[in-house]
Structure formats: structure tokens, C-alpha cells
């Protein structure tokens, strides 16, 4: 029963933040409504039994991209002043409240799931999303396909700064003997 009232509230939450992110006019709010949706998916990767899974959504994804894309923000500039003064008067108090109880909720609801270390070398419990089964299969049987997107990524990568720094040099337009 937990299981389902908490992904019903980050189904609710991801799709919430999904809203946000495309119909927010400030894209500091949209990418705060990305991060929402990033957070949902990590949780529901965690009540999958994919805990690698989503501490990498997390770390990567929810931190390191969404850092890049702010900093991408932030950088082209948002030219409008922002209203800093509070609408709601109990806002955050309230905000601290619902954010208390989520974690409250996570922590619960996953108390039992969390697979924190393995005992003499055998799973006690399901094995599926821990890092040994996930390097085993990614650097094993998928080697070569790991391979290949790591050498497809960098070729992009490659690509993208050359295509950067390439200027396009004005054509001097001829003239046909029509001179004037």
C-alpha cells in the first residue's frame, strides 16, 4: 500500500514538473520543473529495486546537468527583473512542511528496500540495480555496444567544438560584366 501512495505521489510530482517545465515563461522555473521530473524518475528507479540506477539519475543527472543547464541560463541571461517579495504569506513554512514529509515518506516507504552492502559475498536479497550486477553486465556481455556509444559520444563531442569554431567566410559576390 505504501509502495503505491508513493508512486502516485511522484507520478503526480513528475508529471507536475513536466507542466512547469514546458509552459513556465521564466526558464529558471522550467528548469526547476526538469529537476522535479529528474527527482520523480529517480525515485521511481528506487522502488524498482534500481538503486544504482537512481543514485546515478541523481548525481548526474539531477546535479551535474542541471547544474550545466542553469549555468547555460545564467550565462545567456535572463533580462527581467524578478519580484522577490513573497505572494503567499506562509509560504515557507509550508514549503518546509510538505518537503519535510516527502523525505519523511521516502525514508519510510524504503527503509526495508535499500540495499546497502552485501554480506560474505552472496546477495541476501535481489541483486538487480546494484553496482557489481550492473558492471558485470555493462563491462561482460555489453562491452563492445558500451564501447561503441562511449567512441559515438566523443566523435559528437568532437564535432560540436569544431562546428563551434567554424566561421563561414563572406562570399565576394561577382560581378557578370553588368557594372554599373
Known amino acids: 500500500m505504501v509502495e503505491v501512495v508513493l508512486f502516485a505521489i511522484f507520478a503526480l510530482a513528475a508529471l507536475a514538473g513536466a507542466l512547469v517545465m514546458v509552459t513556465a515563461r521564466n526558464p529558471v522555473h522550467s528548469a526547476m520543473g526538469l529537476l522535479l521530473s529528474m527527482f520523480s524518475m529517480a525515485v521511481f528507479y528506487v522502488m524498482n529495486g534500481a538503486h544504482f540506477v537512481a543514485a ?9 546537468v542541471m547544474t550545466l543547464f542553469l549555468f547555460v541560463i545564467m550565462l ?30 521516502i525514508f519510510s516507504a524504503a527503509w526495508d528496500a535499500w540495499i546497502t552492502g552485501r554480506a560474505s559475498g552472496v546477495c541476501t536479497v535481489d541483486c538487480t540495480g546494484t553496482i557489481e550486477n ?23 563531442a568532437v564535432g ?11 562570399r565576394l559576390l561577382e560581378s557578370r560584366g553588368d557594372e554599373e
Not at 527583473?81 to 510538505?98: G, K, N, S
Not at 553486465?137 to 555496444?145: K, M, N, T
Open 56 to 64: 546515478v539519475q541523481v548525481l548526474i543527472y539531477a546535479g551535474a
Open 76 to 105: 545567456i541571461g535572463v533580462d527581467r527583473a524578478v519580484d522577490t517579495d513573497e505572494q503567499i504569506p506562509l509560504q515557507r513554512p509550508m514549503v518546509l512542511l510538505l518537503g519535510g514529509g516527502f523525505v519523511f515518506l
Open 134 to 156: 550492473i558492471s558485470s553486465e555493462l563491462f561482460g556481455a555489453w562491452l563492445l555496444p558500451f564501447e561503441a556509444t562511449v567512441l559515438l559520444l566523443t566523435i559528437a
Open 160 to 170: 560540436t567544438v569544431a562546428l563551434a569554431q567554424f566561421v563561414i567566410k563572406p
